[in-house]
């Protein structure tokens, strides 16, 4: 009893050793390795190495694809206008650009009013005739070729009026020669209205009539001379040498100093 015993106890111990033995071989087998590329290649996983043979495989490459896409079908029609936006706020100012050249000189203008009241006024003329005139009419306007003073040309002498441009106080002074029988009836004229009279009688002597007064005109008052032909014969005499005629007139005093 005690020999079977022992022999199956070796028996068992036996198949247990070969059990052991067999699955170190199986493991073994598992484990080892196997050599897939050259010495001096590095191991490439199997999925990559897949990868790379189906690029290179014309078989398995993928064609590229280049979109052609026309524009005309995709441009649309324009749009109406839109409603006219809020005004932006108004930009800095900017720098102020380089002086420009200097343009050509202009003419010279026609003499203008005289300036403010801060500066001195002047007004003053002195003319003459030195042909005589003979009244031919019932009012005849005594005008003069001669100009001794003119300031600023405030008298005109294609009308033998004075304008007045600067008002105040004006001393007006008239001379006239009278002969050959003749009488002499002046008027000194403000605008439309006479103010004075110079008048001389008939006489067979030459005989210089003078008349002067004061006025204070306003600005655009006009001061002149006219013949008053009554019954009988007007005139009054000069010479081309000699100027028996004149009409002086200046500013005493401006209205604003």
């Known amino acids: 009893m005690s020999a079977v015993l022992l022999m199956l106890l070796v028996s068992t111990v036996n198949a247990s050793t070969l059990r052991e033995k067999g699955s170190l ?3 073994a087998r598992r484990l080892s ?9 590095e191991p490439v996983s ?7 043979r189906m690029s290179n495989d014309p078989a398995y490459s993928v064609p590229k694809v280049q979109p052609t896409i026309d524009i ?12 006219k936006g809020i005004t932006g706020g108004a930009g800095k100012d900017g720098e102020r650009g380089l002086r420009g050249y200097n343009g050509r000189k202009g003419q010279k203008g026609q003499v203008g009013p005289p300036g403010n009241s801060c500066k001195l006024h002047y007004a003053a003329f002195s003319v003459g005739r030195r042909k005589p005139l003979h009244s031919s009419d019932y009012f ?3 005008t003069f070729d001669t100009e001794f003073v003119n300031l600023y040309k405030h008298f005109s002498m294609f009308t033998g009026k004075f304008f007045c441009y600067v008002p105040g ?18 008027h000194l004229m403000k605008n439309n209205k006479e103010v004075a009279i110079l008048y001389a009688q008939p006489s067979d002597r030459s005989i210089m009539q003078s ?3 004061m006025l204070e005109l306003q600005e655009g008052d006009e001061v002149w001379v006219r013949m008053f ?6 005139g009054i005499y000069s010479e081309e040498s000699d100027i028996y005629i004149t009409f002086n007139g200046h500013l005493i005093k401006p209205a604003i100093e």
Not at 46 to 52: I, P, V, W
């Open 33 to 41: 390795c196997v050599r897939c590329c050259g010495p001096s290649e």
């Open 25 to 27: 071989r199986r493991e």
């Open 72 to 83: 005309t079908i995709l441009k649309g029609e324009k749009g109406d206008l839109g409603e």
């Open 211 to 213: 008349q002067s007064l």
């Open 229 to 234: 032909k009554r019954e009988r014969e007007n």
């Open 46 to 52: 199997f999925a990559s190495s897949r990868s790379t």
């Open 140 to 142: 005849q306007h005594v």
């Open 169 to 186: 106080i004006y001393f007006l002074n008239l001379n006239v020669h009278t002969w050959n029988f003749k009488e002499t009836y002046l």
